[in-house]
């Protein structure tokens, strides 16, 4: 089809008068005025806060830290963790490795089995490129396959094994599993043992509504008991073997485990959190409440630093607001939390003001692609189309993945910085 003599090629776009950064985030420009709207932004003051904390935490317990990079898959936020302090950084996929060693991480810790040749070929290449990389086994099969392609690489992987629970996701279900696994390990010369990875947060209580707890600490005794097992058979290959494990929800009862003398003589704790960078305002709100109640002794704790702003689209109906963002804008596991709303000010010499208004009572009651439907108290008469809401989510991981760029903000929701991300 021939182009139409009346529209521009697209690559002159440009050249016809269209800015096509217009409304995109550039630094310097407020948030509400200056940005196409739904944005997501990250708060300056509570993401240092976060960063500060966790790095404080992770030392106090002798302990390394290698936060877990899915949770943004932001090269910028990778720099500031180890800048921070991070020891590492842990990822999920090969390709997510590609990723951050691309941009400068030069320790990655795979906390996944890498399966599959492609895969194994993309770490290939990132050793032969000088990473320091770790990943996990949970079954022979996988350190077969393994030893078989780095030995013809003539390459040397380091392995963890996993240890999982019953019912649970991956891992050796029993030590016994894994001290075979790991005897299988030292039979591959491509391979070598370099410790023992866990992953806590798939233990629940025995029964629903039970304290999950005694199970947590049960599971970091288990995993702490198998890697002096894996010692005590003379099984690790490294002079300087790691224990990992720790989400975001269960890290003091795992960091607590781990800080043994007797375990630290031989092994080095490695916790992985990865959500606590910005937290958010549902699930570990949550679970940071827990945690400040455990430990009476931490100070302040994590502050979420993570919110969507969009703005009201129709107020079709007495009660019912409209706004333009929905799922491929935020993280739907638990629905978005209203936080402020902000109206766009009059023009006033220096620039812009833009009022602060409430939204207490506001509640979002159901998401589409892209719409959130927000039930409003019987009393709100001041909303207007065009206000902007500010929004908490919940699990951050599940809303980083759906922006390729993110907004870092100062306390006035100036644009400092933007934030790419790879996913």
């Not at 992953?199 to 199970?215: L, T």
């Not at 109206?343 to 939204?359: A, D, W």
Request: a negative charge.
């Amino acid at each position: 089809m021939a182009q139409s003599d009346s529209l521009p090629p697209m690559h002159d776009v440009g050249s016809a008068g269209m800015n096509i950064h217009k409304g995109m985030p550039q630094t310097g420009m407020s948030l509400l005025s200056g940005v196409s709207l739904p944005a997501a932004a990250i708060f300056e003051a509570p993401l240092a806060h976060n960063l500060a904390w966790m790095q404080r935490f992770a030392d106090a317990h002798h302990a390394r830290f290698a936060p877990h990079g899915k949770t943004t898959m932001t090269p910028a936020l990778f720099k500031r963790q180890l800048e921070a302090g991070a020891w590492g950084i842990t990822l999920a996929t090969a390709p997510q490795c590609r990723v951050a060693f691309s941009h400068g991480v030069e320790r990655l810790l795979l906390a996944n089995q890498l399966v599959g040749t492609a895969n194994m070929a993309i770490i290939a290449e990132l050793i032969e490129a000088g990473a320091d990389f770790y990943c996990v086994v949970d079954s022979a099969a996988n350190v077969q396959a393994l030893g078989r392609f780095f030995a013809e690489r003539n390459l040397q992987l380091n392995v963890l094994i996993e240890l999982g629970v019953e019912g649970g996701r991956c891992g050796c279900r029993t030590q016994a599993q894994a001290i075979d696994l790991a005897q299988l390990v030292n039979a591959e010369p491509a391979l070598r043992l370099a410790g023992i990875e866990g992953y806590e947060g798939v233990v629940h209580g025995e029964a629903q509504g039970d304290d999950p707890v005694p199970a947590i600490r049960g599971y970091a005794k288990c995993l702490v008991d198998t890697a002096q097992a894996l010692h005590r058979d003379g099984l690790i290959s490294v002079s300087d073997p790691i224990i990992t494990a720790s989400g975001s929800a269960w890290y003091d009862l795992i960091a607590e485990a781990f800080d043994e003398v007797k375990l630290r003589e031989v092994f080095t704790p490695v916790l992985r959190p990865g959500c606590y960078i910005v937290h958010d305002h549902g699930l570990y709100h949550e679970a940071q409440h827990n945690v400040l109640l455990r430990r009476s002794d931490l100070q302040k704790g994590l502050r979420p630093a993570l919110a969507v702003f969009a703005q009201v689209q129709s107020l079709p109906e007495p009660g019912l607001a409209i706004v333009a963002m929905g799922k491929r804008d935020i993280g739907g596991d638990r629905l978005p939390i209203p936080l402020q709303r902000y109206r766009e000010g009059k023009k006033r010499e220096g620039g812009r003001t833009n009022e602060v208004l409430g939204v207490s009572g506001w509640e979002v009651f159901k998401l589409m692609d892209q719409h959130a439907f927000i039930r409003l108290p019987e009393n709100v008469k001041d909303v207007q189309v065009g206000d902007i809401v500010a929004f908490g989510v919940s699990h951050p991981c599940l809303t980083f993945d759906k922006w390729r760029r993110l907004c870092l903000v100062d306390e006035n929701l100036k644009v400092s910085r933007i934030l790419e991300t790879f996913f």
